[in-house]
């Protein structure tokens, strides 16, 4: 596991370019503790990704403000802006939104995690950790967040809004209830992929609480009657036996 206390170095070994991060490094990593945050470096670097490194809240804010970022790895806990008001930031900001962020905290209690979460966080990982599994996690979040189609990114006219559960396309908006937003943005983080009723069950609804599977098929009925007001119904299928995807509109 990745332990504490074995390296260390000085932050500005991976910043010797102020401007790096505008110059086009997929990761962002905050994280306090420099022998955490140069073990993440070396091996995202390992696995071909092309990283930055901050060391406070205050820096992140102004890093995510002045870079473009494919993906945000965030410490919870840290000097200046906590790692909750920045995960704030983002998914309030116009133009990283939609970023996807790993949190990662000592804080392993699932409250915390579900709070997180909650809060905007697209995964968590708990200390300490395998650098393989942050490199694994890293690469689902980058995956999720790109879906491609014959080596072409396949552009989806469907946005979700960051702050208020509204879909909408151009100038149609409507308002979902809570659990259809969240199926939805389940689906639509993948699409094309199919997910079980099990799956939507633990991942929208949470693992910790009994609803019956038949659950999820009201809420699609729901979500296919609201997206029929911006002329999308068909966009949620039904795979038979398997259970639903999102299949983005052809242009």
Known sequence: MLEVGEHSFQYHELMTDKNKFKDGADILIVEDEESIA????????AAGFSTYCCGDGDSA????????????????????????????????????ANVPVLMVTALSQPSE??????????????????????????????????FVEKGTAVKNPIQLDPDTPVVFEGDLRVELRPMEYKLLKILMEKPGKTRSREYLLDHVWGRD???????????????????????????????????????PPAE
Request: glycine content about 6%; proline content about 3%; hydrophobic content about 40%.
């Open 38 to 45: 140069r073990l993440m470096n070396l091996h995202l670097q």
């Open 61 to 96: 804010l102004e890093c995510i403000r002045d870079g473009k970022w494919l993906l945000v790895i965030l410490d919870r806990m840290m000097p200046g802006a906590s790692g909750m008001k920045v995960l704030r930031k983002i998914r309030k900001s116009s133009t990283h």
């Open 113 to 146: 995690r579900v709070h997180g979460l909650n809060e905007g966080a697209d995964d968590y990982l708990a200390k300490p950790f395998e650098p393989a599994e942050l490199v694994a996690r890293a690469k689902a979040l980058l995956r999720r967040n790109r």
């Open 209 to 247: 609480v009994f609803v019956e599977a038949r659950t999820v098929d009201v809420t699609v009925k729901r979500l296919r009657k609201a997206m029929k007001q911006i002329g999308r119904k068909k966009c949620v299928e039904t795979v038979r036996s398997m259970g639903y995807r999102f299949i």
